[in-house]
């Protein structure tokens, strides 16, 4: 069965840092691009980041970029966001995504449930 299950979320005050990761089953992890969404009360779902299959291509929402950075361990079947100088804007909660496999049709998209990140002081 595909699993995707993210942990590290919590509360953190304004400026500190956390770390999420994700960690995935029952795919070819290697052969999935991986995302990163949030999602905070009554507003859409979005984007955070993205990384390539082969985690050298990365691309960020305008409102993290420079702040968080998306990796991932292919051996480990891990994905990660690091979240730094967070804001209590950046409160929701995330979701990591597998979109492939590259190069491949059909496509498929996995989502986890979900992990809580709370920034308040």
């Known amino acids: 069965q595909v699993q995707l299950v993210e942990s590290g979320g919590g509360l953190v005050q304004p400026g500190g840092s956390l770390r999420l990761s994700c960690a995935a089953s029952?795919?070819?992890?290697?052969?999935?691009?991986m995302r990163w969404y949030r999602q905070a009360p009554g507003k859409e779902r979005e984007l955070v980041a993205v990384?390539?299959?082969?985690?050298?291509?990365?691309n960020y929402a305008d409102s993290v970029k420079g702040r968080f950075t998306i990796s991932r361990e292919n051996a480990k079947n891990l994905v990660y966001l690091q979240m730094n100088s967070l804001k209590p804007e950046d409160t929701a909660v995330y979701f990591c995504?597998?979109?492939?496999?590259?190069?491949?049709?059909?496509?498929?998209?996995?989502w986890g449930q979900g992990t809580q990140v709370t920034v308040s002081s």
């Open positions: 995504n597998a979109f492939g496999p590259v190069f491949s049709s059909p496509t498929y998209n996995y």
């Open positions: 029952g795919f070819h992890f290697s052969s999935y691009a």
């Open positions: 990384i390539a299959s082969a985690g050298g291509d990365t």
